[in-house]
């Protein structure tokens, strides 16, 4: 499957990864790999209650245990200004370890430093916390009314976090009133957890010089950094952040946690590293989950099946803080793109957030900043409008599509929409799939009582956050950033502000300036994640590092391009205006024999570069004019096993159009990983709470993963639409898999069990929800 | 408790609590950082390694005390003088990891299950592994990459 | 997630572990494949103070019939069950059903069939299995040894026969006759989990095609794996028929008290308990060469 690129070209080109070696040898480097001299390690200790007043923390039985160093508390972090922490999305806070009461199931309230990983477990589970419990708000409809005031320590004195709307109105309103045909449909989002294999962990210390060496699992090591110093009062150039290998991260690895905050206060105060790497439960329980959005979804129509308008209404469940890592101006993330890939002349969207009893977050798994939740929103609001008119689902998406040459098209909810080829890329996946045999076999099923069901999802998402104009975080603005260095011998390094957590940046940023520059990508080493060399950037997540830094590191490239044309004239000794690239060298304009190579030129710099500036670098930091519209059609069948409730996913294909791809093997990985994430939010996951706020899914057993047994075959083609504004064309693909499947699926379920009437069933999608759905159907409870 | 376990060849002679996981006893006590630590419930298969030659076990539901005296190879002990196992060709040929971090549990229960079955089917490849758990991977290019192994008669 | 600390020992022969157990009465416990031991150890729900390493006992690893029954050793794993040589046979059907869907296929590789009936998780596969295949449990007392039989051993959630300073040795399945098949089905939500419903069947037929014999149970349907006697008594005797499959499927939701849970409600796992011992009967008997 994986080819090898050599000097030329080498974009395009299914390379096999460099990274690779040292992670199939074990050689990885993670958090947890590192030890220390004298590394104490931190274990928390957690809330059995949703919501309580502290009344006491007694630590006298946790010192006594052999081994244990300190214990702290949030009173002794507020005595040190650290008691609170300023979440991403900057509006909120949170605090580190619980001041005065505790707000959700397994909240930390103390941190425990000890000479072993069991004298610290031990420590931890005799600290004694009095606790009282308050009435526990566990759903955001309950928050809304406002009974129990969640957070008292906020000005508002609400549970109501905000309210954010774009789009007419009115005008909407009126076209819905106006329709000839309406549906509405209220979908719950569940609440669900990225879950990568490796949980957050970090190790700290202060060096001989006074600096913080913080070694953590980050998609955002400098942004870390920066937010550190503002917080602790450090200053920048004394913190040092290193995010080494990341066992995987889909959002969960952008927030500041308690526990880093406590490690590092703990290396300071101790004076030696600190260790905290968290269990799986503390990774389900605690950090920040993903979706939980009620949404109220009305779509009116023409009689033959024109959209006229989309309204949309959300209920958030933000949990007990609003750490929603979304940009500043976003506070319910991109959510405006749920007009998805159709022509509504007019929209409105607005999203109402709440505190719970539950823990903080809400922006994660691959959600491109909500565009999951709003994807799913439209993908599913088409489906049950095509059943409303009687329409063929596949039909109503083609009349509506927005067409090729509409773009750039302005979405009624203010969106550019860059490029893309909707019936094209619908097309191929419906040929793909054999969509005319297979409504042909469905009927003779459905002839039978068989319930078979064929979805489909033609998704529209936006990434490559962001342009400066709107974007930021903490204030930061969301550029990206790549700094490339050219050896004599023709090898380099590129350093981008980005930071791989399995989307193989070392393979494919060498394939960008291998390509740019014509050198072997073998020898250009790649490097994130240390903040005291990388470039300055925001990280890795929402698919934003091909839009944003490969874009910086093309645009580094060709800067280097051009230093490097200058020597190449003084070595074929004519005007730079003669010189040409061309073929992957230099060209003396009409004369093909005239030619000089990048290597020859990279040595040149060095060694013969005439009246030139020496060495052969170039930095840059690249303010995207857009984001970026990738774009897919998925299309699931299914058969259900009425009498369990079972769903099998037959097949499963998918056609991704994320423009020019710099490495196919990769993007197909990317492909199967996000619809196995997206398969298993439709079938399996959720992360529950009762009505008195405990946690119900807190491990692997009860928060389910798919494994190698249940997870479909997938059958994945592409169409390519250039990104216009991109200097390679690039669109990012990573979150499209999750952001467009879990509609393909519902709607495949809803499409077998329509015969019977049903109309929608949230996920997870059960085998007990769909029994129960067929029976009630079929005796006319429903 | 004195123990003396040996990994990879190497006998290691340690003094552990009795409780320390064997998982903690290969990262910890012997250097070894390619075993992983995933989850709390035997769920994952991070920390698969093999036991006296053909026994895939999950180190962190075992104490590092019960191997004393057995033969433990984990993902460090899987290539020969610096040859990369045919396995470890084949997860890198046909892209069968992302993260890495699943990657040497998967690499040792394929290793066990090759030892049982050398010529497995898509589908035993796939119950095999289901004791394992990939975020990244989709698994899809995982079974080719125990495929590619099992084609060139690794079992 | 790390373990109370504890005394390890480890026994090189069954006089050694039992001397152990009876010292230490209820501060003890048998490690065997530990699959469910230590989990539960690590999050401080089980802290004994002291574990009895019995895995060193070799003497306890067999699997071996002995004319009347397949004994399966207190150290023998569940994939020596899984790859046996026999294990395609028909009358082993239901054993090899259950053999492949116990947890997971890693941990099969150390965990133990005896350990999962001492166990006696309410939703475990040996114990259903071992009722409709009505085995037999040897456990070793102050008195000497006895052979338990499945329907005395299960006794609630996680009790079992085993008291205080004793120790099961041995399960015992008798060997069925050429003319039996079985069937295990189970539904779980993904492999690992825990069954949310699940069927173990055995049918024993006549010369004459009527049913000599049979044992139907289930999981995940009360405290511990229960038998259908009602549907037993309804089989027994009778010539196979759909009307029987479905009246011996009534007869298991009937029977199925379950708890509702994250994996279903009680009404969907009632419901699931009879369906999946239609599925199994019809699955046995076609097995047999019967088709309804």
Known sequence: MSAQATAGQSVGVAMKRKEDPRFIQGKGNYVDDLSFPGMLYLALVRSPYPHAEIKNIDIAEAMKVPGVKAVITGKDLEAAGLGWLPTFHGFDKQMVLAIGKVLFQYQEVAAVFAESREAAADGAEVVEVEYEPLPVVADPFTSKTDKVLLRPDREGKTNHIFHWEVGDRDGTARALESSPKRISQRMWFQRCHPAPLEPCGCVAYFDTMGRLQFHVTSQAPHVYRTALALVTGIAEDKIHVISPDLGGGFGNKVPVYPGYVCAIVGALKIGRPVKWVESRTENLTST????????????????????????????????????????????????????????????????????????????????????????????????????????????????????????????????????????????????????????????????????MGIGVSTFTEVVGAGPSKHFDILGIKMFDSAEIRIHPTGAGIVRAGTKSQGQGHETTWAQIVAEELGLDPQTIMVEEGDTDTAPYGLGTYASRSTPVAGAAITMAARRIREKARKVAAHLLEVGEADVEWKDYKFQVKGVPAKVVTMKEVAFAAYTNMGPNEPGLEATYYYDPPNMTYPNGAYIAVVDVDREIGEVKVRRFVAVDDCGTVINPMVVEGQIHGGLTEGFAIAFMQEIQYDSDGNNLNTNFTDYLVPTSLETPHWETASTVTPSPHHPLGAKGVGESPNVGSPAAFVNAVIDALSPLGVRHIDMPVTRDKVWRAIRDAESGKA | MKIAVKVNGSTYQRDVESRTLLAYFLREECGLTGTHVGCDTSSCGCCVVVMDGDQAVKACTMFAVQADGREIMTVEGLATNGTLHPLQQGFWDQHGLQCGYCTPGMLMASYALLKHNPKPSEADIREGLAGNLCRCTGYQNIVKAVQQAAEGGQG | MIPAAFEYLRAHSPDEAFAHLQKHGPEARVLAGGQSLIPAMRFRLARPAVLVDINSISDLAYVRTDGKALAVGAIARDSAIERAPWIGERRWSLIHDVSRVVADPVVRQTGTVVGSLCHNDPAGDWTATALAARGEVVVRGKGGTRTVAIDDFLVDSFTTAVSEGEMALEARFPVPDDRTAGSYQKVERKVGDFATAAAAVQVSLNKNGTIRSVGVALSAAGACAVRVDEAERLLTGQKPSADLVRAASAAAETRSEPQADLRGSVEYKKHLAGVLVGRGLRQALERLGVKL
Do not use: W
Request: contains cysteine; proline residues 4%.
């Open chain 1, 288 to 451: 920040g989950f993903a979706r939980d959005y009620h949404m109220d979804v009305e779509i009116g129509a023409t009689e033959d099946g024109r959209v006229t308008a989309l309204r949309v209404a959300t209920t958030a469940d933000h949990g007990a803080f609003d750490a929603a890592a979304d940009p500043s101006k976003y506070p319910a993330g991109i959510f405006g793109i749920v007009t998805g890939s159709y022509t509504f002349p007019v929209a409105h969207a607005e999203v109402d957030a709440y505190f719970t009893n539950k823990a903080p977050g809400g922006i994660a798994y691959r959600c491109s900043f909500r565009v999951t939740e709003a994807s799913f929103a439209i993908e599913r609001g088409m489906d049950i409008l095509a059943d409303e008119l009687g329409i063929d689902s596949v039909e109503l998406r083609r009349r509506n599509f927005i067409k090729k040459d509409q773009f750039p098209y302005p979405s009624a909810l203010g969106f550019t929409y860059d490029s893309g080829d909707y019936h094209k890329t619908l097309d191929t996946a419906l040929e793909k799939i054999g969509y005319a045999a297979l409504l042909k076999e469905q009927a003779e099923q459905r002839a039978k009582g068989e319930l």
